[in-house]
């Protein structure tokens, strides 16, 4: 065996598997960032309330200076009230963190084997698809034909090629049917 034949086989068989462990590692980053944006909105919600209450607290400190009477602190003490019930509301509304909650890549993930809600979304993982089956094909095609073992440049730029366009769609797909677009 050449020199050339062990680098398209060694191409062939890495392109592959180079595409799905870059799929792996933007399936974490993906769902770091989508944690990390709850986590931080939750903190904000948290820190707005602490400023809520602590306003409401020193407003109503004011509010007993300057009173004479119990009356008059009837109303102050219904505004403020209110305002620890609406910081106390909007802290329960905030969404809960998840404990425990280990990154888990899933092969159905990994594919884009699960449902799609829109239809540009759709189409873009079949194009994802084809690619898959254009790189299996040819890294096939490599390791079983002495042919395309010959034309090693072509073929390596070939997979890498396709190996990229398959990740680029993965992302655009996944990115065309999150919720945050509109």
């Not at 189409?123 to 079983?144: E, P, Q, W």
């Amino acid at each position: 065996m050449s020199t050339q034949d062990v680098v398209t086989i060694t191409a062939a068989v890495l392109v592959p598997v180079v595409t799905a462990v870059a799929g792996v590692v933007s399936l974490l980053v993906q769902d770091r960032r989508v944690r990390r944006s709850r986590d931080g909105r939750r903190r904000l919600v948290f820190e707005d309330a602490t400023r809520q209450v602590a306003f409401a607290a020193e407003w109503w400190g004011a509010k007993q200076l300057t009173a004479d009477t119990p009356e008059a602190l009837r109303e102050p003490t219904a505004v403020a009230n209110g305002w620890l019930d609406e910081a106390s509301a909007r802290v329960t509304a905030a969404e809960q963190p998840r404990t425990g909650e280990d990154p888990y890549v899933s092969v159905s993930r990994l594919l884009l084997l699960y449902r799609f809600r829109r239809r540009s979304a759709k189409a873009i993982r079949i194009a994802f698809y084809v690619a898959l089956g254009i790189i299996a094909t040819n890294a096939t095609f490599i390791l079983n034909d002495s042919d395309y073992r010959r034309q090693v440049g072509w073929n390596v730029w070939l997979l890498a090629v396709f190996g990229a366009l398959a990740l680029f769609l993965r992302f655009w797909a996944v990115s065309t049917d999150s919720p945050d677009q509109s």
